[in-house]
């Protein structure tokens, strides 16, 4: 869906409109941040709407928040764990911050000699997830950097951004735009700095949002994104189009879709065709040349094992259900 709707609009090549169906507002295609805005913004506030959510989730009084030395010894394999984990989720395409969290719980979990306090405040199940979380926004950079590849829906934001501002990320990013490659490391290092200025004094500040009552947070939510979606091109039909986004994925949480990989397809679909053309270009027209260049021979036989995988997988899974219901 997300290659569908990024070829709406004009043609590279050819300068025809693809898919407008007549309408003027779909000439130049659909906007980036209209569609994710509409997909995680909208969304899921349409999507909370059906849960039942009490106003205030915080009633308790916030305590101390600083670490003891007991805390420190009993997380620091967890931190060590969680970091490694991470690292190497937040490399893989699609892997993230979320993935890497959960992987590294389910670890904690496995490691720990008293794995019934998980979910009760076990200190490793707080510190490994946020270790890998951390380690996993930094090491999404990565192939951003590298290969120009938006690894997670976020990375894929912040991609748009720089192609937006004229920045092609890729190989030749640190010789082109070496202010912004060295910026974005810099960035980290002040980056947790200053997180750990404004978080620990003022999370008792940052915890009273929770309690602000759902009905006046979503519509406030909703305001600030159609002010933002319209100041893009100062055009109502963005403002229809986040609506129609905003539908889409709220059916998309409704039917267990994971919406992130839309908007990274929408964003890499543009580059996957101009690299199809010119594949198509150099071959004449025959697509035998995905096969017989070795690297993306290579890359096509992995893609093809971990799809075949995770077919394999679901039939497993499926297959046990219907035992167990048998049963």
Do not use: C
Not at 145 to 154: D, K, Q, R, V, Y
């Amino acid at each position: 869906m997300g290659l569908l709707l990024a070829s709406v609009g004009l043609d590279p090549v050819t300068g025809k409109t693809r898919f407008s169906f007549g309408i003027v507002g779909l000439q130049s295609g659909f906007d980036f941040v209209t569609l994710a805005m509409g997909v995680f913004g909208v969304g899921e506030i349409l999507y909370n709407l059906e849960q039942n959510m009490a106003s205030g989730l915080v009633t308790t009084k916030i305590g101390r928040i600083y670490p003891t030395l007991k805390d420190w010894a009993a997380s620091k394999w967890a931190i060590l764990r969680g970091s490694i984990i991470g690292f190497f989720t937040g490399v893989i395409p699609g892997g993230g911050a979320v993935v890497a969290s959960l992987t590294s719980y389910a670890v904690e979990k496995k490691f720990s000699k008293h794995p019934e306090e998980f979910g009760h405040g076990a200190i490793e199940g707080v510190a490994g997830p946020e270790s890998a979380n951390n380690a996993a926004a930094s090491a999404s950079f990565i192939p951003l950097l590298t290969l120009g590849i938006p690894s997670n829906a976020s990375i894929a934001m912040i991609y748009a951004a720089l192609l937006i501002q004229g920045v092609t990320p890729g190989p030749f990013l640190i010789k082109e735009h070496p202010e912004v490659f060295w910026g974005v490391i810099a960035s980290m290092y002040v980056g947790n700095a200053m997180l750990l200025a404004l978080n620990l004094p003022l999370v008792g500040l940052w915890v009273q949002l929770l309690k602000v009552p759902f009905g006046i947070l979503a519509p406030t939510v909703i305001l600030f994104t159609t002010v933002g979606v319209y100041s893009i091109s100062n055009d109502t039909f963005q403002v229809f189009a986040l609506i129609f986004f905003g539908i889409f994925g709220y059916f998309l949480r409704k039917l267990d879709f994971e919406p992130g990989p839309l908007p990274m397809a929408f964003v890499l679909g543009p580059i996957i065709e101009n690299s199809l053309r010119q594949s198509l270009l150099m071959s004449g027209g025959k697509m035998i040349i995905f096969v017989t260049r070795p690297i993306s021979a290579a890359l096509l036989a992995i893609f093809a094992l971990l799809v075949i995988g995770q077919i394999v997988k679901a039939l497993r899974v499926l297959k046990g259900k219907k035992q167990s219901a048998l049963l």
